[in-house]
């Protein structure tokens, strides 16, 4: 069972499970190192033990381990890795750009739960936001990742089939060029995100705010920079999205891969089912996965609000010293959480 999961800024990944096995994900995801602990029955006693194994080639003994550290990764990272050989035929699909609605035709999909969600035409992706509205979760299609030599190019707005000079693919009810992709889902936060989905965030945010103001572009400052708070229809081409690409099948320097000691900064960890997420600078972010978001606050950070849906006009604001006590019957420990956050 796992115990702990964290992911460094360089987005490598370390497993922690109760049993004392450890496993380590690299930053590119195309090689895993496992730690089996040593049997303390042994004699004499036995050394650690140590498998190295490229991600793609995982035997079956490993292979969920390392599926759901894979997954995880995919999660929080810029750019996911999909190997063709570790995805499900489920999850297989074929992949096209996308482009959202207009503004003016925009249908928010209101969900159980308070939750949000914006589909883009023909529903080849989504947006999900939070009942919080403070993070948000993404779902779309990826290639599987390949050799350099291999990707397919896609043809842009201009002709051309180079994926470095436009911006944009061509969106057309008959697929330009199509080739095997997967699923991946995507967590975000409200305050740090790809401007890939600005427009989209822009949209259900507006509608979020709505619940709460008559004055939803006055309230709607709040948004991140790089999200439009303009209400006009936007030009067809500022609405497709660009959407993330999978890393590399082969990474070009594995010998850069190092699972002794950690020297990146953590950017994501888990710890008993709640994701505490580092933002710029000194911030954190939890998410307890109730919907509710606790984000720190102040120079010091020894102030946290915690955002709770239906509450967005009197949110919770707690200080180091004076946390709430622990109510019986509660999802988690406030002061546990944020506790843990702190240190």
Not at 32 to 43: C, M, N, V
Not at 149 to 165: A, E, K, M, N, Y
Not at 235 to 248: D, F, G, K, T, V
Request: negative net charge; glycine residues 4%.
């Amino acid at each position: 069972m796992t115990h702990l999961i964290i992911m460094y800024e360089d987005e490598s990944v370390d497993v922690r499970y109760r049993d004392g096995t450890r496993l380590q994900l690299s930053s590119c995801g195309s090689e895993f190192l496992l730690e089996k602990p040593a049997d303390p029955r042994g004699h004499p006693p036995q050394p650690t033990e140590r498998v190295r194994q490229r991600t793609r080639f995982t035997v079956s003994a490993y292979k969920e381990l390392v599926v759901a550290a894979l997954e995880f990764r995919n999660n929080y990272a810029s750019r996911p890795y999909l190997p063709e050989e570790l995805i499900s035929a489920d999850k297989k699909k074929v992949i096209i750009c996308v482009q959202w609605p207009e503004r003016s035709s925009f249908q928010a999909e209101d969900r159980p739960g308070g939750e949000i969600g914006i589909k883009s035409e023909e529903d080849r992706a989504a947006l999900i936001l939070s009942p919080s509205g403070e993070t948000f979760s993404v779902e779309f299609t990826c290639s599987l990742s390949r050799d350099e030599s291999q990707r397919p190019g896609l043809q842009c707005l201009d002709g051309t089939d180079s994926q470095t000079q436009c911006d944009y693919c061509v969106l057309s009810s008959k697929p330009i060029q199509m080739f095997q992709s997967a699923t991946v889902v995507q967590h975000h936060s409200c305050s740090a995100f790809s401007p890939t989905w600005a427009y989209p965030l822009s949209l259900v945010r507006h509608h979020w705010m709505s619940h709460f103001s008559e004055d939803v572009e006055a309230s709607d400052s709040s948004i991140s920079t790089g999200t439009n708070r303009e209400t006009s229809d936007m030009p067809c081409e500022e609405r497709i999205s660009q959407l993330p690409q999978a890393l590399s099948l082969t990474c070009p320097l594995p010998h850069w891969h190092r699972f002794d000691i950690p020297t990146d900064l953590v950017k994501i960890v888990w710890c008993q089912g709640i994701i505490y997420r580092i933002l710029s600078g000194t911030g954190i972010e939890i998410c307890p996965g109730d919907g509710s978001v606790i984000r720190s606050t102040g120079i010091s950070n020894s102030y946290f609000t915690h955002h709770k849906f239906d509450l967005q006009s009197k949110q919770l604001t707690y200080h180091l010293n004076s946390l709430p006590p622990d109510v019986h019957g509660q999802m988690y420990s406030v002061c546990s959480v944020v506790n843990r956050a702190n240190r």
